[in-house]
């Protein structure tokens, strides 16, 4: 199984990306943050193979987050969604 | 233009075109070689046009020419902090200096291969000078409204791209697109409704008329606000406090849209909690108020992200203020402050009714 971490400050964002998600067998879905520090401290507990994010988020954005996480060890691959 | 980049506006200002490089010198030589044919016709007429004096006085005109294409070379980069008619003026001389060159250049040449004595005649010199003088005048003029005439054309062009810049943010349209790919699938009433907003506030914001009622830009704005909600869900919240009748009061399109996006993309968007809206219309006297609140993020440790904010806001309010100045010449004004972590925005304008 691939865990997968969801980071995006939309909720519909966030149910579209479950759905999506939802559709692979071998993806479990570990949690949902809704924003960049929920990403780091959820990346820390749950340990995600995966963090999918969102670039623009409140009170910390998702490319900061992203090098935070990339400090874990081992790293989660961590990758922005380019929505439309 | 060849010594771009320390100062172009300046660079962009100096009408004289770049001597130093083909084209500007192509254009010159040709003026030139057409003077001489001018002179050459002046001299002997069409029915015994004399070949032999086109030649001569051909390589003397081109010479004056090359010359001065030298000098305003060389002096372009000493004269482009003067002003036009300092510019003017020196390159005029410099122009002559060089016809005066070559004509005592030209003088004692004659002189020599006829008689071998070296002498000028000054009246000759002066003569040459002045024949010069006339064309060299036309040419500095046509010059200058050239130059005139493109920093024009770059102004209007400048004008429409601002009128085109006021329009609603594209990534609106993409955020909308987002919450209708969710909404599609687990809420088919609410995707159907953003669909019927965005069509109406589209049809408003790519109506290009110059002025609407204010009617018809709360609506748009009701609209807008609808649709960032569904987005936002609880994030969001607004009100609206509408005190007056606003259908016999126009206004430029989308002005109080710009400044409500810019409250939902600047105060409420970044709040992790969320934030409100709330705007008030009201007359007092002659004068209609339009007030809009905002609250505003907590305070961010983010240098990079703040000034961003703010500098992309102060840009999107002088656009407002441009507009309004341009639409109610003078008779409106947009105010700012901040208090207590709300940001709030005022403008005030003297309807113009009808």
């Known amino acids: 199984m691939i865990k997968v971490l969801i980071v995006d400050d939309e909720s519909l964002a966030r149910i579209r990306l479950q759905r999506l998600l939802g559709k692979k067998s071998d993806i479990e879905l570990v949690g949902e943050a809704r924003n960049g520090l929920e990403a780091v401290q959820m990346a820390h507990q749950y340990l995600p193979d995966i963090v999918l994010m969102d670039v623009r988020m409140p009170e910390m954005d998702g490319l900061e987050a992203a090098r935070q996480i990339a400090k874990m060890i081992p790293p989660p691959a961590a990758d922005f969604l380019h929505r439309l | ?354």
């Open chain 2, 1 to 354: 233009m060849s010594d771009s980049g320390k100062n172009p506006t300046q660079i962009g200002d100096y009408f004289i075109p770049d001597l130093c490089r083909g084209q500007g010198l192509l254009g010159l030589s040709a003026i030139a070689a057409l003077s001489a044919v001018l002179i050459a016709l002046l001299h002997s007429g069409i029915g015994d046009f004399d070949f032999l004096w086109l030649g001569k006085i051909g390589l003397f005109v081109c010479w004056i020419a090359l010359i001065s294409a030298l000098f305003l070379c060389r002096a372009r980069p000493y004269l482009t902090n003067l002003s036009p008619p300092q510019v003017a003026l020196i390159n005029y001389l410099l122009v002559l200096l060089a016809a005066a060159l070559c004509a005592v250049a030209a003088e004692y040449w004659n002189s020599y291969s006829a008689s071998g004595i070296w002498q000028a005649d000054p009246i000759s010199i002066l003569n040459t000078v002045l024949i010069t003088a006339i064309p060299a005048g036309v040419i500095l003029r046509l010059y200058y409204l050239q130059q005139r005439l493109y920093q024009q054309q770059s102004a209007s062009l400048e004008a429409r791209l601002a009128a085109l810049q006021a329009t609603i943010r594209p990534h609106f349209l993409f955020n909308s697109m987002n919450s209708l790919a969710t909404l599609i699938r687990i809420d088919a009433d609410k995707a159907e409704r953003i669909v019927e907003n965005l069509c109406d506030l589209f049809r408003y914001a790519l109506k290009d008329s110059k002025s609407v009622t204010l009617k018809e830009e709360v609506d748009a704005c009701e609209r807008y606000l609808e649709i960032e909600k569904m987005r936002l869900d609880e994030r969001l919240e607004y009100s609206w406090d509408i005190k007056t009748a606003l259908s016999d009061i126009r206004v430029p399109p989308l002005i109080l849209q710009s400044l409500i996006e810019n409250a939902v993309f600047h105060g409420v968007q970044p709040a992790i909690q969320g934030g409100s809206i709330y705007i008030v219309i009201y007359r007092c006297g002659d004068w209609l108020t339009i007030d809009l609140v905002n609250s505003l993020p907590e305070p961010t440790n983010n240098h990079a992200a703040l000034s961003e904010i703010t500098s992309g806001h102060q840009l999107a309010l002088d656009n407002l203020r441009c507009r309004l100045d341009a639409f109610f010449s003078g008779g409106a004004e947009l105010q700012e402050t901040i208090f207590k972590n709300h940001y709030h925005t005022r403008i005030l304008l003297k309807p113009l009714e009808g």
